[in-house]
């Protein structure tokens, strides 16, 4: 389970966005991914082929695995988009 | 942002900073671009706001770059973050897409500072969640202080104990670190001539961090052959082969790592002409040593061009700068030679040190060709060890050849993470040299950028109302 370390989460102002439609409390000044990491939500999207979860695994934009959903836009890069209140979120699906 | 510029640097990290500001100081029209939200790239990432107070979790080396910022700060330069460069042409216009609208500035130079990836490590079960990089750990830890705790660092490379003693220091519980270097490197590295002192000395403050992960109650465990990612739906341990001996560890979390690698992407587009380094065992772009490539206009400085750490970096950012500053005849070449000297001068000593890094931290075979046959070399596509052999064998010859027949390297990533191990597995089983296998084809855009975006580049006037589609393109 990621967590921030004491001191790091009260920072940052909290700001409501929906993943799957599940309204959820993220902090602000992250990137989606982090946010995602740190509410214990790992799998970001499902392979086409396999069916199989996918976690981000760069963090830094090179391998796509964090490929989700915002605002009706599909195959966002999670770790490169910051999060933004009323954001809506869907986990990438074939 | 302006419709001409004299100097375009791509990337805020050591080199690209170094670069922009020695540019826009002389006066040069100067534009940085980097596609994070703040400057300072992979090793001073959010060097303004860092995340962690105790300046003792990332060490006086994270530090170095506060400088280097506040200098970018007073220059009289542009600079853009969150600005992503998708095409570099040889007339040198680049599209850069920002906060999804995309624009076409020309320069009559570039320099290209888009640094380093990590080297793929295909093992078994490096796709499951709670598999990812060192360098994505340390990534969070920098930019948000977050971690995970029980976490097992695996691997080689400098990287690999700097992030493991850094999340100590952080206070995260850390489950093992699992050391792939294999013996004989050491006995090679040190034999290096000149740069075994300074790799003496590196060594000792290695075996200090080790003294100090140990202290902390984390087993250090060296001489592992083998790998294995367990788990179904996601990690849940870690196995690894040391003297013929399996053993597990159980973990949510495995942090892998095994050097890094230049960031090829862009200048293959550009089909700069690029070369394979036995050494560092990468295609790299061919430079001279000011940085300039085979096309005219366009330099490459930092890792982005040969991986030699941060302070490297920085110099050869400024070099390049020297170079672009005399052929812009805002310097005559004097004084680029008399500002040039003390910096090639910190390069030698540099590169001798990293021909020992080199060497010391080559990976061993096994962790750059996936043994098993169901690892997946292709994240994205799918595409198995095996089924990669089996194409190899009925005749397939090269990389381009294999992503057709296979789709290898076809999907988003463009082959970041598939091309090395894809050129490798044809050099082996061809018994051909890596440069003569050669390297997959790509083409532009090298991020991805959409539809929308490109078609209110064609018509401008239509830009503020056309409705965006948004299925990306990407090129394969
Ligand atoms: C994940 C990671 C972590 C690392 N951590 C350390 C560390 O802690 N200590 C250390 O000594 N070394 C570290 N390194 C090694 C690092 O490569 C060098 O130390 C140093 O950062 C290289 O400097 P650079 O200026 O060449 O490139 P970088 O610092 O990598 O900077 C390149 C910049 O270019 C930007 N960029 C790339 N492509 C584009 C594009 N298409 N459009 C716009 N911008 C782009 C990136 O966002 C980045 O900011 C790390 C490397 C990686 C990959
Ligand atoms: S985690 Fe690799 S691209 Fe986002």
């Given amino acids: 389970m990621f967590r921030y370390l004491q ?22 000044d992250e990137t989606l991914a982090a946010a995602m990491l740190q509410s214990g939500r790992l799998d970001l999207r499902i392979t086409p082929i396999g069916g199989k979860p996918r976690s981000a695994y760069c963090m830094m934009g090179v391998c796509f695995e964090c490929l989700v959903t915002v605002d009706d836009q599909p195959n966002q890069q999670a770790c490169m988009t910051p999060v933004r209140p009323g954001m809506r979120v869907e986990r990438g699906r074939p | 942002m302006k419709r001409n510029y004299d ?27 980097d596609e994070q939200p703040a400057p300072g790239g992979q090793i001073y990432r959010s060097i303004e706001r860092p995340a962690i107070a105790d300046r003792e979790v990332l060490g006086p080396d994270y530090y170095r770059g506060e400088a280097l910022v506040r ?21 040198r216009e680049i599209g850069v897409s920002v906060s999804g609208n995309s624009r076409i500035v020309n320069a009559k130079h570039v320099i290209i500072a888009t640094g380093a990836q990590e080297r793929p490590f295909p093992i078994p079960g ?25 976490a097992v660092f695996a691997g080689t490379g400098p990287l690999l104990y700097l992030t493991a003693r850094q999340y100590i220091r952080a206070g995260a519980k ?77 973990t949510e979390h495995v942090f892998l790592h095994q050097g890094v690698v230049p960031n090829i992407n862009l200048t293959m587009s550009m089909r700069c002409e690029h070369a394979w380094c036995d050494r560092q065992m990468c295609w790299r772009v061919v430079t001279d040593a000011w940085g300039g490539t085979s096309l005219p206009g366009v330099m490459v400085a ?39 000297a003390p910096h090639l001068k910190v ?5 001798r040190f990293r021909l020992f890094l080199d060497v010391l931290f080559t990976p061993d075979e096994q962790f750059i060709e996936p043994q098993d046959r169901q690892t997946l070399v292709c994240r994205c596509e799918e595409v198995s060890a095996e089924r990669l052999r089996e194409t190899i064998a009925v005749g397939c010859q090269g990389p381009n050849q294999l992503k057709s027949f296979t789709r290898c390297g076809m999907g988003p990533c463009q082959g970041r993470l598939c091309g090395l191990t894809v050129g490798q597995m044809l050099a082996t089983q061809l018994a051909r040299p890596m440069a003569d ?10 991020k991805p950028i959409a539809l929308g975006e490109l078609a209110a580049l064609a018509q401008p006037e239509a830009a503020a109302t056309a409705p965006a589609s948004y299925s990306k393109v990407m090129s394969s």
């Fill in chain 2, 174 to 250: 850390v489950t093992a670190v699992i050391d792939t270097t294999p013996a004989r490197n050491y006995r090679r590295a040190l034999s290096q001539g000149l740069g075994a002192l300074s790799g003496f000395k590196y060594l000792r403050k290695g075996w200090r961090w080790i003294r100090e992960i140990k202290a902390a109650g984390v087993p250090v465990i060296g001489g592992v052959a083998e790998l294995r990612v367990r788990g179904e739906e996601c990690v849940s341990g870690i196995e690894y082969r040391s003297n013929q001996h399996w053993t597990t560890l159980q």
């Fill in chain 2, 437 to 446: 296998v050669g390297y997959y084809r790509l083409r532009q855009p090298v």
């Fill in chain 1, 7 to 28: 001191g790091c989460r009260g920072q940052r102002p909290s700001v409501a966005i929906t993943i799957d439609g599940v309204a959820t409390e993220v902090p602000a």
């Fill in chain 2, 347 to 351: 390069l030698t000593a540099e590169h």
């Fill in chain 2, 7 to 33: 100097v375009v640097v791509i990337g805020a990290g050591p080199a690209g900073l170094a670069a922009a500001t020695t540019c826009g100081n002389a006066r040069a029209k100067t534009l940085l671009l």
């Fill in chain 2, 71 to 91: 200098a970018l700060r007073q220059s009289p330069i542009e600079y853009v973050s969150s600005a992503s460069v998708w095409q570099v042409t040889a007339e």
């Fill in chain 2, 126 to 150: 490096w796709t499951l969640p709670g598999a990812m990089t060192v360098g994505a750990a340390q990534i969070l830890l920098k930019k948000s202080g977050i971690v995970a705790d029980g």
């Fill in chain 2, 302 to 340: 930092g890792d982005a061009s040969d991986i030699g750490g941060a302070v490297s970096a920085q110099h050869r950012g400024t070099l390049a700068a020297l170079r672009v500053l005399q052929r812009l005849a805002l310097i005559d070449k004097r004084t680029r030679d008399s500002a040039a």
